[in-house]
């Protein structure tokens, strides 16, 4: 290489994103009614547990669509990803899922997409790059900071509600309860 030339690294560009799995909805989801918010990660370890559990809202489904038949109400589904590359391309695909219908009830509405904050650093330029994406494609996107302290918890409930996510419990309570 000659002095004072920068090394190009290239990458292929990722192909088509990743699409989410249909589940069945398991009936202990079901056993104080229909939830009225179902968060769902666009990738493992998103954070759907930690949101579900700190707003105290909704259901966490985990990393799949909720399977709904005719006779089902709408699920109003939350979208929980990392900041991150490979998490905003996991969003992207299951908001493209969603928005083609591939395989999924009409009756699957999107509340918006959660972002969590994947390190304490700044994001790297491609990941909010697909959130502005995104943000013209769902209702919102919420973001949710970096919060150290939930790293040596074992509840989240033990290192307090960070205003990020009250902010957000907020928001979607007001929704669900305009819609329904």
């Known amino acids: 290489m000659k002095r004072g030339a920068a090394a190009i690294r290239t990458r292929p560009r990722p192909g088509t994103p990743p699409q989410l799995p249909l589940a069945v909805i398991p009936q202990h989801h079901l056993q104080q009614g229909w939830p009225p918010v179902w968060w769902v990660g666009c990738h493992g370890g998103a954070g759907t547990s930690t949101c ?8 966490d489904f985990g990393s799949a669509w909720p399977a709904l038949t005719p006779t089902m109400p709408t699920a109003q589904v939350v979208l929980v990803c990392r900041v991150s590359a490979h998490g905003t391309w996991a969003a992207t695909g299951a908001v493209e899922q969603w928005r083609r219908r591939a395989g999924m009830s009409h009756t699957t509405s999107i509340l918006g997409v959660v972002a969590v904050a994947a390190s304490p650093r700044r994001p790297p330029r491609i990941a909010t790059e697909r959130l502005q994406l995104l943000g013209g494609w769902v209702p919102k996107v919420w973001r949710i900071g970096w919060v150290d302290a939930l790293l040596a918890a074992d509840d989240p409930h033990d290192v307090g509600i960070p ?18």
């Open 52 to 59: 579900a559990r700190l707003t105290g809202y909704g259901v």
């Open 163 to 180: 205003p990020d996510v009250e902010a957000l419990r907020n928001a979607i309570w007001q929704t669900t309860t305009r819609k329904g």
